[in-house]
């Protein structure tokens, strides 16, 4: 898909034959400016194009302004997104003072027409401000009145984006992005396929942001994150893009610039070679490094996985460890992990518990990736359970769409646990809050 150029702030246009555009956001609280400042200057230097930083209501726009505006005048113009979750009052008062918004209009009004409204007076700002606007619909934080129509589903997140980029052409406004995230692989791929079509067929073709939403950490959230975007990025679907894990974003960036530079054709894959034996690949690799060797497996193989082109991957070779030695994967039964956490990211087989896990931004409330790694730790027996950590109650429930049990950050030193998308303890110490968890799910596994 050949989307238009659109401009995002005075430098960075996406779209068309430009470059993949490197995008992460700051898990800083935005009131905290200089911190939100501090993290800005290091994703600027360790490549970033466009950083994205959470507004979560009309006392943080002041402080996003002077984040922007002390950027500037540091020589730093990587464009500034204002992130806004539901309130339009929000998006409206921040937008004169950023370089996009983005938003997810079906969340401005419970009625989906006041909604309509609300989006097109967020238009008027934007047109007139010269602001960009991102339409970001997830899997799970669709409105009621698309879900009554078509489910919880692809077709419903493209559908439901259509609607609104719909409503950007009726008021003659093209500086529009669009993205349709999901922590599942599958459903994100498809939700982008159905998009990208549906805007082919309208006409309209805006740029779209990919990425794997709430992907983890660690190897899993990087070898998710490339099985999802690389999967769309080899077939000509994305302008930008965002690698999200539950760490440091610095540490987004580059898996981010890897995939970017990928599509350029700048860096290549070290597979030396590859035989098919029936629906089984057989892979050598010689890779320069244990990280370059996750990345290039996960896009080599991950959308035949994906596809169902392929049901496994068998890999053999080496890579070299951070003193220059050559290590073969057979040893310590890495490969077999490897290709245990390729098979899984593809959800094409369950070797451990799936995670959800938010990167966190400034709504979070607690510390998100230490809570993350207790609740790995404790969970990691229960093989094929989905398990959401959240950094927030105003995004997690929505966004956690197919999760079998919620830890969400309340704030204040408390946690939510939820079954599926219900709330059944509230109020808990994080303290307790794992061992809590844990009871609820073998309580109910006994029932």
Not at 79 to 93: K, Q, R, W
Request: net charge negative; proline share 4%.
């Amino acid at each position: 898909m050949k989307a238009i150029p659109v401009r995002i702030g005075h430098d960075l246009v996406i779209g068309g034959e430009n470059p993949i555009a490197v995008q992460t956001m700051c898990n800083t609280h935005t009131a905290d400016i200089e911190a939100t400042l501090n993290q800005c200057r290091r994703m600027a230097a360790a490549g970033a194009d466009v950083i994205r930083i959470t507004v979560p209501g009309p006392k943080e726009v002041p402080a996003i302004r002077q984040i922007r505006q002390t950027l500037r005048s540091e020589g730093i113009s990587l464009p500034i997104v204002a992130d806004i979750h539901f309130s339009s009052e929000t998006a409206l008062a921040v937008a004169p003072f950023v370089d996009k918004v983005r938003i997810n209009p079906g969340n401005f009004h419970p009625d989906h027409q006041k909604a309509k409204e609300q989006f097109a007076r967020l238009i008027g700002v934007c047109k007139e401000s010269g602001t960009a606007i991102r339409i970001g619909l997830n899997h799970g934080s669709l409105g009621r009145y698309i879900t009554d129509l078509y489910g919880n589903t692809p077709l419903a997140m493209a559908k439901a984006a259509m609607e609104w980029v719909g409503l950007c052409v009726t008021e003659d406004f093209h500086q529009v992005v669009v993205s349709l995230k999901s922590s599942n692989t599958l459903v994100m791929v498809e939700a982008y396929r159905l998009l990208a079509g549906m805007m082919e067929e309208s006409g309209h073709c805006f740029p779209l942001h990919v990425g794997v939403t709430e992907a983890g950490n660690g190897d899993s959230g990087r070898i998710k994150s490339c099985v999802g975007i690389w999967s769309l990025l080899s077939e000509g679907i994305g302008d930008t893009i965002r690698v999200s894990l539950t760490e440091d974003p610095v540490h987004e960036i580059p898996v981010g610039r890897y995939l970017a530079d990928r599509l350029a054709r700048t860096t290549g894959s070290s597979m030396m070679a590859v035989r098919l034996d029936g629906c089984t690949a057989h892979a050598t690799y010689r890779a320069p490094s244990r990280e370059k060797l996750i990345l290039d497996v996960a896009c080599d193989f991950g959308k035949r996985l994906l596809d169902k082109d392929l049901d496994f991957v068998s890999l053999e070779g080496t890579y070299l460890d951070a003193d220059g030695h050559s290590i073969n994967l057979e040893e310590n039964g890495f490969a077999d992990y490897l290709s245990d956490e390729l098979m899984q990211a593809c959800r094409r087989r369950f070797y451990k518990p799936e995670y959800i896990a938010c990167p966190g931004c400034g709504r979070t409330m607690y510390d998100l990736e230490s809570a993350f790694a207790k609740v790995k730790a404790a969970t990691a027996h229960l093989q094929g359970m989905v398990i959401a950590v959240m950094g927030c109650i105003v995004n997690g429930p929505g966004e956690m769409a197919d999760a079998d049990w919620g830890y969400v950050g309340e704030g204040g030193g408390k946690v939510s646990i939820y079954k599926g998308k219900d709330p059944v303890l509230r109020h808990v110490p994080e303290a307790e809050a794992v061992d809590r968890l844990l009871e609820l799910i073998a309580a109910s596994e006994q029932a």
